[in-house]
């Protein structure tokens, strides 16, 4: 059983950044591919980015590359996620999440354990 606790949401305007944590409990984090994914009012779960078990590889949604960064802490168990130029779109409900295989690192449907999710507003 992997625990995830999302932290670090909040309100910031239209260009400015973010930087949101993910930690997970246990010791086995390494052995997890780590995804983070977003939900906004109304929309479907979408991804976001995601990163291999090692960090060799990551992964990024076309709407967020090159304002956003994944990247890890295998000996922090923590996953971040470094938001940079943010838009009022990227307004959602962020989640990350672990997947034991990583085989398919943008479908959400093959991550295991979610965390409960941090606010991200950005104001125009």
């Known amino acids: 059983q992997v625990q995830l606790v999302e932290s670090g949401g909040g309100l910031v305007q239209a260009g400015g950044s973010l930087r949101l944590s993910c930690t997970a409990s246990g010791r086995t984090f390494s052995r997890y591919a780590m995804g983070w994914f977003r939900q906004a009012p109304g929309k479907e779960r979408e991804f976001v980015a995601a990163?291999?078990?090692?960090?060799?590889?990551?992964a990024y949604a076309d709407s967020v590359k090159g304002r956003f960064t994944i990247s890890r802490d295998n000996a922090k168990n923590t996953v971040y996620l470094q938001m940079n130029s943010l838009k009022p779109e990227d307004t959602a409900v962020y989640f990350c999440?672990?997947?034991?295989?990583?085989?398919?690192?943008?479908?959400?449907?093959?991550?295991?354990?979610w965390g409960q999710g941090t606010q991200v507003t950005v104001s125009s």
């Open positions: 999440a672990a997947d034991l295989y990583g085989r398919r690192l943008m479908n959400k449907g093959d991550y295991e354990y």
């Open positions: 990163i291999t078990q090692s960090g060799a590889n990551t």
